[in-house]
């Protein structure tokens, strides 16, 4: 299993961000996930391991102008995990692209979150699995072995 390590961050003065994106304009006025700070960093407990892709993301989608496809077909996978947040901006944009591109896809329930707890629930329990398979973290990982 190869794990790949997506992130977002901008440059200063963000000029990733259009002024025609309503998202992203909240963060360029927040001034968060710049490069280098706090915010656009992996947590202490979640950091790659130096054999471990990391792709930089500027939109929503974590296939969205990212060399995660590319990743993706160089190692040949077949079956994407997703976890992280959030739930209705970059899982649900990234499990679309997935399906599209015909992927096996499981959503790791309990390792997702969103602001919005009943969004999180309907999205996982009545849109993505449509799209592919919904899992907790233990019954995932006991598919593995």
Known sequence: MIIVFVGV?????????GSSNKMYQGIRQANVLLDGTVGAQFEDQLQPLPQEPVVVKK???ATFG???P??????KASAVALAGVSTSGVILSTIRWLADSDYHIFVISDCCADRDVEVHDMLCSK?????GNVETADKFLRSLV
């Open 66 to 68: 990212t060399e995660l």
């Open 127 to 131: 849109v993505f699995p449509r799209q």
């Open 9 to 17: 961050c901008f440059r200063e003065g963000y000029p990733e961000v």
């Open 59 to 61: 939109r929503v989608a």
């Open 70 to 75: 590319l990743l993706l077909k160089s190692y």
